[in-house]
């Protein structure tokens, strides 16, 4: 057996320092629902002009199916119940509105709130949402008034464990690589699992959408490894190959985009990893799941739900070339669950669900 900073050091991801990040205002209500909130689905994104825009959705003991809309900055925000039902899988915005990809039970859609406040008719991706065994995950980007995205979904029997493929749709590229409609493709065709999708925007250097994902042993749980695919907008056709292999179980990634490169996070054998490709090296910066990242000017911030029997919520800040993490949920009791990290300016805006007392609330660096 090799000692853990022999391992460390083979797999590239040292620990980061101790240290403190930028100082957190108060905790600012968001949406605050009537009902006893067991879990949450939810995403958030910030725009150019620096507010943080996302929806919401609810589960528990008289939760509605509403899904909400929320939108804020520091500590003003506000909040409307939208017309969509459902589960929300991502959250993305281009200037003409915020878009929603969720999943029901006829199926998975997408749909926007406009900057005026209303709502488009939802456009159905999948005929198949909430009817398998498993919750889909997924991802959406939009640029222009047009949007791009990806899912999973059951292609087979087993029930919870049957095998999951990847799936495209898009108005993103249109007159380019397709004449109308919604452009929609399976990207991947394994006997293993594909799941937990993430999307960077097309890169104005080379005009391709990247796409990160775990392809995993399903019912085994035993390996999982993250691969990468782009897709140029002129011709629509996904190239993929392998990104990670390290360890046994890489699963459940995030990306962004920096200003120097494409930077990756995601969790490797219960240790959250970050990798800024360029910018700088593979490192590990802590336990838990479910990572989330931003990048804003010169700073990247990871935020992640802990293992503990009352779940936290950390983060860890990127400035100036040094890591430094903090607990964003100290002194709370009761599980918390992060809903997404963004960032503006070099100061990262929090959206965590706070389970014990049913709230959505944000947390904003001053």
């Known amino acids: 057996m090799i000692s853990l900073c022999a391992a460390l050091l083979l797999s590239g991801a040292m620990p980061a320092p101790a240290g403190a990040v930028g100082t957190f205002g108060p905790r600012v209500p968001v949406v605050e629902p009537t009902c006893n909130v067991t879990s949450a689905s939810g995403d958030a994104v910030v725009g150019l002009d620096g507010t943080t825009r996302g929806f919401v959705a609810f589960d528990g003991t008289g939760c509605s199916d509403r899904i909400r809309f929320f939108e804020g900055a520091g500590g003003g925000w506000s909040k409307a119940m939208t017309r969509y039902r459902g589960v929300v899988l991502a959250t993305a915005y281009d200037g003409t509105g915020a878009w929603l990809l969720y999943a029901n039970g006829s199926g ?40 791009l995205a990806v899912w999973n979904r059951q292609v087979g029997p087993g029930g919870e464990f049957a095998q999951t493929e990847l799936f495209s749709a898009q108005t993103l590229g249109m007159g380019h690589c397709f004449s109308s409609g919604i452009n929609r493709q399976r990207i991947t065709n394994s006997n293993a699992g594909d799941d937990n999708p993430t999307l960077l925007t097309p890169d104005n250097a080379d005009g391709k959408v990247r796409l990160l994902w775990d392809r995993n042993d399903s019912a085994q749980g035993e390996r999982a490894d993250l691969r990468i695919a782009r897709m140029p907008l002129d011709d629509c056709r996904w190239r993929q190959r392998l ?7 890489n ?31 593979r490192r590990r910066l802590g336990t838990g799941f479910a990572p989330d990242i931003s990048h804003t000017a010169a700073t990247t911030h990871v935020a992640w739900n802990t293992f503990a029997a009352s779940r936290h919520v950390r983060l860890a800040e990127r400035a100036g070339g040094t890591w430094t993490t903090t607990d964003v949920t100290a002194g709370l009791h009761g599980d918390q669950q992060l809903i997404g990290v963004t960032g503006t300016g070099n100061k990262a805006t929090v959206l965590i669900v706070n389970l014990a007392t049913n709230r959505l609330y944000a947390r904003s660096q001053r």
């Open 108 to 147: 998975i859609r997408v749909g926007q709130r406009t900057n005026s406040g209303t709502y488009r008719d939802p456009v159905r991706v999948d005929s198949k949402g909430l009817t398998g065994a498993i919750i889909p995950s997924g991802d959406l980007v939009a640029s222009g008034g047009r949007w």
């Open 243 to 249: 990104f990670t292999a390290g360890g046994d179980l």
């Open 251 to 281: 699963v459940t990634p995030d990306a962004a985009r920096g200003l120097e490169a494409k930077l990756v996070t995601w969790q490797r054998d219960g240790k959250i990893l970050v990798d800024g490709g360029s910018a700088f090296g």
